[in-house]
């Protein structure tokens, strides 16, 4: 007889992807303990995580609490480990773009050849559809 509270497969070792509380970055994390209740812990935590399923099949799971912005997990095993790494490339690449916006706006005198080079960089890229 399974436990409807613990019957999920987020088991001591599964594999999980931590959403931030913004959505904008994944953290690899591993479940260490899994409550009556169902709720379970990630390794190295005390946050207390609550499984949902969606109808498709999937897994995922939220910060217990009342806290404003909680966290979300999603399980990562074969069926999201495509989705979940290019999310995570995704999010790298955001950031690295973001450094490079960065150093551009710290440019003060900027001269004629920068700018044609950026120029011509941007040229070769087309534009999102």
Known sequence: MTDSKTDHPFVPGARVAVRDRYGDGYTEGFVDKIYKTG????????????AYHYGDGR??????GSNYSRRRLDLWDETTDAEISAK???????????????????????TTA??????ATLATIEPPK
């Open 59 to 64: 897994w995922s799971a939220t910060e217990t």
């Open 39 to 50: 709720h379970f812990v990630l390794r190295g935590e005390t946050q207390r995580w609550r």
């Open 114 to 119: 920068l700018c044609d080079a950026v120029e």
């Open 88 to 110: 995570i490339e995704a999010t790298k690449a955001k950031q690295r773009w973001n450094k490079i916006i960065a150093k551009i706006e710290r440019v003060r005198e900027p």
